[in-house]
């Protein structure tokens, strides 16, 4: 299963991450089961060296960071990460 | 959406995005060579109403710049966007690890210029500056030009006022930042950053996946563009109707009593009048340039953008979750005096 994390403190940008990324994962066919979590305390978010929110990580592999992705890139992303 | 599909689109869509971007370059050419034109038709022939008039100078110029702000906006911030895509906070957080005072505070304003800003991101930013050793007051040089030196005020200042004023913007935000930079520096008030911040361990964050398309480039342009405008026109809208009202009808030297040179006190006043206004760059510069039309001088009004725009309270909000109540006050305090400052340099230079 996919752990997919929206790092962010809350502002309108990382919101829309979520809400982008959600609808990438939910529009992948074949159904793909994933968690989506959304990690809001800074110790947490800089542990992965992030900078600037909002930030995309899955299974613990950070994927983009300042910037919203295309959603086929995040469904890209997603499948070549639940096929590891 | 499968992989397949997926991996096809890619090849096709940078060449269509080339495309489709030199398209809308070429129609956003031809509207800003119609737009004296277009202005003119509208408000002579259409409304009829008599160039010589107040009524009739107002609107025309209402009419004329509006859509002149809107495109110039456009297009520029497309094209800031784009070339942003280009710079990280990652790689400016390594650009600026282990300068020192003096060139670190220096290069770190600049980059402040040119690194995509977002205050959600001021935190994490001065977390990820101060524990790769960047020294304090070279990330407040950062910080300081960030948010103020920014595009929208940039191309508004550009647009209204030409390129000598914006140029002035700029060096003064940056020499501003330098200095205010050196000086906190000096005042060693490492302990009064909260100490969460040292004991964080920032990761490597070294997996980023960074290649980015023209397209995914031109995606974000577009996005950003859309953001931004989308969020400031109606104050574009504003602004500019009071500037024409004023232009049209307020008479000429009107505003020097106030914002003049004689009164010593009007930098100081502008700065003061800054501060409770959190507003963006936009809805402030028309204003502003009318009022200059009618007598006030250049400095205090510079004054007044930068405090608006860099005295921000929401800022400061978000800042307190890193920065203890003495550092924050002295940020404030530096910044103050180096607006005013500049206020009054200006005032007596031009």
């Known amino acids: 299963m996919l752990t997919v994390k929206i790092l962010g403190s809350g502002c309108p ?5 979520k809400a982008e990324a959600k609808a990438a994962l939910d529009a992948i066919t074949p159904d793909l089961e994933y968690r989506l979590v959304e990690v809001t305390d800074y110790a947490d978010i800089m542990a992965y060296g992030v900078m600037s929110t909002p930030a995309l990580v899955i299974n613990e592999r950070l994927l983009s960071a300042g910037r919203i992705p295309r959603r086929e ?12 | 959406m499968t992989e397949r ?21 070429v129609v956003w050419v031809i509207a800003w060579s119609q737009l004296q034109p277009l202005a003119d038709l509208l408000s002579y022939r259409v409304l009829s109403l008599d160039p010589e008039s107040h009524l009739g100078s107002s609107v025309n110029f209402f009419l004329y710049d509006v859509p002149k702000i809107l495109l110039l906006l456009s297009g520029m911030i497309f094209l800031i966007t784009l ?13 600026l690890g282990g300068r020192r005072e003096g060139v670190g505070n220096v290069l770190a304003s600049l980059l402040g210029v040119i690194t995509p800003f977002c205050s959600c991101s001021a935190v994490p930013l001065f977390i990820g500056f101060v524990e790769s050793g960047i020294p304090l007051g070279v990330t407040f040089s950062f910080l300081i ?4 030196v920014n595009e929208v005020a940039l191309v508004m200042l550009f647009g209204m006022f030409g390129w000598q004023i914006a140029g002035l913007y700029l060096i003064s935000g940056l020499t501003l930042a330098i200095v205010a930079g050196i000086v906190i520096g000096r005042l060693n008030m490492e302990r009064y950053v909260e100490d969460f911040v040292y004991q964080v361990r920032v990761g490597s964050g070294q997996v980023l996946e960074n290649r980015l398309t023209w397209t995914e480039r031109f995606e974000q342009a ?39 040179k004689t009164a010593w006190w009007s930098v100081p006043a502008a700065v003061v009048l800054g501060v409770p206004m959190y507003s963006n760059a936009a809805g402030v510069i028309p204003i502003v340039s009318a009022l200059m039309d009618k007598g006030a001088t250049l400095g205090t009004v510079l004054a007044f953008m930068m405090s608006v725009v860099a005295l921000s309270l929401p800022e400061m909000v978000i800042l307190r979750r890193v920065l203890k109540l003495r550092l924050i006050g002295a940020y404030i305090v530096i910044l103050t005096v180096g607006i005013v400052a500049t206020g009054y340099l200006f005032n007596l230079v031009m």
């Not at chain 2, 599909?5 to 370059?25: K, M, N, P, Q, Y």
């Open chain 2, 83 to 95: 070339l942003r895509t280009f710079v990280t906070t990652e790689q400016t957080r390594r650009w």
């Open chain 2, 222 to 260: 577009l996005e950003s563009t859309r953001e931004i405008v989308g969020k400031v026109w109606p104050y574009v809208i504003v602004g500019i109707a009071i500037g024409a009202g004023i232009h049209g009808f307020v008479p000429e030297d009107a505003m020097v009593d106030i914002m003049g």
């Open chain 1, 13 to 17: 940008n990382c919101k829309r991450l």
């Open chain 1, 73 to 84: 890139q995040i469904a890209e992303w997603a499948l070549k990460l639940n096929a590891d």
């Open chain 2, 145 to 148: 030009t960030a948010p103020m």
């Open chain 2, 5 to 25: 599909t997926l991996t096809a689109s890619r090849a096709h869509s940078d060449r269509r995005a080339f495309a489709l971007v030199g398209l809308a370059a």
